[in-house]
Structures are given as C-alpha cells and as structure tokens.
DNA sequence: ATTAGATGGTAACATTTGTCACAATCTATG
DNA sequence: CATAGATTGTGACAAATGTTACCATCTAAT
C-alpha cells in the first residue's frame, strides 16, 4: 500500500519467512522519527520492538549524575536487543535510544514475540543472532573501559563512528564526543591536538578529518 | 540415576515443564569439576551449555595481555547467557570460565537448544530471563567503569563477593583481587588500607573481614 | 630449623585524567 | 554590523591510578 509497506516485504524478505512478513505488516506500525527524538528512556516500560528500515539509533547508558556512555549504534535491519529480553515481562528500560539521524521503523508490539518465537523459525533465529552481537559490543565497549586509555578509545571512536556513517568527515563537536565517551571537553580537545600534531586527522570547527594514518 | 539426577528433577521441577526435564535427563550429561578448573576459555568452541546444580563459576574477560576483569558469576540454578547466543551458530566463546569452587552442572548438548526454544516455554522463558539478567550486569559492569572510582568499584566488588558466598569474611589475597577488577597489586593494597583506616574493614592475610559500615 | 616463595606495606615517582580559568575565534541572529 | 553564545585552545593545577623498588612478615616445603 504504502512506500512504507513496500519496503518492510522488500527489506526484509530474504530475513523473515513470508507469513511472519504478512503478520509483521498486519500487526506492527510504521514510525518516523526526527533526528535528536528520544525513542525510548531508562527507566520507561518497553513498549515496542522497533526494527530499523532507516536511520541509526544511538544507544546510551547515563548513570544518575546524567554522565553519559555511548553503547552501540543500531542501524537498518537491526533491532535493539534489550527490548526482546524486557518485553518479555514488561521491564523498564535501561538503557536510552535517541534517534541520530532521522530515523524509519517499524514498531512490532510486545505482545506477539513470545509468540513468534515459537512459530517463526527465521524470527528466532533474527532474536538471538540480535542478542549474540548487542553481547559482543557490550563486551567491546567493557575491554576498551577496562584495558584501554582514553586516547586508544577516541580513536576507536572516531573509527567507529566513520565506518558507521560511511565517511572520514566526523561532523561534532569536542563536546559531544566527551559526552559519548563520558569524559571531559578539555581532556578531547587535548587528546585531539595530540592526534592532530601525529598526523592522524585535522581539526575544524565542528568537524574532524579523519586521515588514513589513524585506521591501522 | 544417581543422587544427580534426582537434583536435576529436584532443583528445576518449579521452573521446568516435566516433559523438558525428562527431556534433558535423557540427553544431558552431569558434569562435576574442581574448584579452579576452566570450564570454557575465550576463543575455544561452546559444546555445550552449563546448567549448575550446586558451586559457582566465574566468568571473565581477558584482553590480549593477559589482563583480566571479572565479568559476574554464574551459581545454582543459573546458566550462562554466552552459551546460549553462542552455541546457535557455533560460535566461540566470548569469555572466560572457571570453576570458583567445586562444581556440578548439568551439560546440555547445544543442537537441543534451537529445538527447545520452539517446543518448551520454560525453556524459552528462563533463557530470555537469563538473557535479560545477564545483559543487566554487563550494564552494571560498564557502569562502574565508566563512572565510578576505583574506591568505589573495590567496594562494590567486596559486596558482592560477600553476597555471592553469604559471609562477611573474603578469602583472596589482594593480587587476586586486583586482577578481578584489572587493576595492580599495590593499588588495592593502598585502597584496601583507606578502607581499614576508614574503619570498614579488618585486613588479615589472604583474608579480608567486611564491617557493617562497609553495606550502605 | 631453614629457606624459598607468597603476601602485604609503603614511599617515591610517573602517567593519565579531570577541573578551573581565561582567552580567542567562529556563527547566528537581530 | 554588533553582539551573544557556542566552540576551541591551553596553561596550571589537582586527583586518581599505575609503576618501581624495597622491605617485612608469613607459610609451606625440605
């Protein structure tokens, strides 16, 4: 019917068995969010899977004094895995999802996952897989808290953050960045000097180049 | 048909359907193993999925250093999240696992898993309940990383070592437990000290004894 | 009993990270 | 264009953590 709809079946039919496909665009709700729209905070009832058409999510853990720590990225044709695991008995959130680009996706209500589990093998199969890989990136991001100084974890940062957007151009501020690494703005804009004078990016307002020294 | 097997049957008759248990007695293995022995190591191929019937295991994360962080511990009734994500796709293992005392389990092949998942609900539920909690305490671990202090984080790590055993009194010596928080010897030896003079703990060797001003 | 190894204490120093203060520059808006 | 606010740079200092070095004491093994 929709553009929308179109692309939910089209999407996703090499993921999802085709009866799971017609449940799913009977049962679930197509949402648009704007950048910088908050889907979801710590604390609130889950109460819908969302499952990316386009778009990144940013995906937060903020402790009480509002300190922040990026977790993951979740990008089109991923889901966030606390959700499957909350929903189950209708736990509150804990972590904060913020749109960070505008964002397309389809809300799956609660209700029907324990259901789907059972009856779509392709579902299961997408749940635990989702699962396997949100473990590993929380298990990424507690090796470089653990074994990494803040200057390793920048540049893995900035990385990230290029191989996710697709471009070596990383469009924010020092501030932003000391806020996804929960850090200071005067210890990044140290620490980026520092990459800069190493040859590893170029500094803008704003803006950071990253250059090819700094992958490897 | 053992004393074990009665356990099994015993242990989960509230959380498993009788049909699931007879189930798994047919098809598990009762495993025991000493205190100190590696159950899985990081890299290594997940065989099966552990399912404890009375000790407890510690899982960690080791970096390519050899340094290590304790992750959290897996007791009775309890199994191990890793595995289950692991094992659908036969994937390595993640992190480490060592036996904190003497060891029972029950060896759960992993090709039954899938199956299970489908066919039994309280298989089902008491993975996505084990998925979920584990989840939450990579989520505290982070958080203590990433926002508390060292101080902060020994205490934490005394408490729940106390909570873990039910006694006030923790055998370890302070290079073990500076290698469970990835820190160094001297360090916690200072941190430990504050803590005395603090009046929050009584440091004897190889033995740290917890005051009650130490749980608030 | 002697001794090697394990454990714990601690001073001194280095490094890393955080905080404060303030200036310079850029940008958007009236 | 004028100005307020946002962004960046940076020195000075503080706090937290890690490292080195060395010694004292305890424990287990011979």
Redesign the pocket.
């Known amino acids: 019917m929709t553009i929308s709809n179109y692309n939910l079946t089209d999407k996703f039919s090499s993921v999802f068995e085709p009866e799971l496909l017609k449940e799913m665009e009977a049962k679930s709700k197509i949402i648009s969010v704007k950048e910088g729209e908050l889907i979801i905070d710590i604390g609130r009832t889950v109460t819908m899977i969302p499952l990316l058409l386009s778009g990144v999510l940013k995906v937060s853990r903020v402790d009480e004094n509002g300190k922040e720590l990026l977790l993951y990225y979740v990008s089109a044709n991923q889901s966030c895995a606390m959700t499957f695991t909350c929903c189950m008995q209708q736990y509150p959130s804990e972590v904060r999802a913020v749109a960070e680009s505008d964002v397309e996706f389809i809300a799956i209500p609660i209700g029907v996952m324990d259901e789907w589990l059972m009856k779509y093998p392709t579902w299961k199969s997408f749940v635990m897989r989702t699962v396997r890989s949100r473990f590993n990136e929380l298990l990424n991001t507690i090796d470089q808290l653990a074994f990494?100084?803040?200057?390793e974890?920048l540049v893995n940062y900035l990385v990230d953050k290029s191989n996710a957007t697709g471009s070596t151009i990383i469009n924010l501020?020092?501030?932003e960045i000391a806020n996804d690494v929960?850090?200071?703005?005067?210890?990044i804009?140290?620490?980026?000097?520092k990459l800069?004078n190493e040859g590893k990016v170029l500094?803008?307002?704003?803006?950071i180049k990253l250059l090819k020294t700094i992958f490897s």
Chains 1, 2 share one sequence.
């Open positions: 990494q100084k803040l200057d974890r501020s020092h501030e929960a850090s200071s703005r005067e210890v804009s140290r620490l980026l000097k800069e500094l803008y307002r704003n803006q």
